[in-house]
């Protein structure tokens, strides 16, 4: 277990030097527990969250009762498309944030580039 945060941790450091969010083309990072998922879209100049959307956001949480987890990471992800095209973000860069771009995290870039981000 430990050496599994160790290595998540050092792929997000190596990710981190990088990737990083401008005006034009903010960081779209992701964050996931063992219940829920996080996804935040950041602009790293000014150190701004643009826009968030989570498992538990209030849009959200009311249409997730019986779905599975990776069902819950779409709807994340087409919500965090739905919020940003609204504040004219199209262009994003993705941040795994150390995760292996699979499963929830796959799932989650998916929708949101089925939502009309590019990435």
């Given amino acids: ?14 990710i981190r030097k ?10 779209l990072t992701v964050f996931k527990t063992s219940k829920h998922i996080y996804a935040q879209i950041i602009n790293d100049e000014t150190g701004v969250t643009l826009v968030s959307a989570s498992t538990l956001s209030a849009s959200l949480k ?9 069902e819950k990471a779409s709807s994340v992800g087409k919500l965090i498309a739905e919020l940003a ?12 944030n ?22």
């Fill in 85 to 96: 095209l609204k504040k004219d973000l199209k262009k994003v860069v993705y941040d795994r």
């Fill in 18 to 27: 990088k990737i990083f969010g401008t005006s034009e083309r903010p960081r």
């Fill in 98 to 119: 150390g995760n292996i771009f699979h499963g929830r995290v796959k799932l989650l870039a998916d929708s949101a580039r089925e939502g009309g981000l590019e990435f």
């Fill in 1 to 14: 277990m430990r050496d599994k945060k160790l290595l998540r941790a050092k792929r997000k450091r190596s």
């Fill in 62 to 70: 009311s249409n997730l009762d019986g779905k599975t987890k990776s």
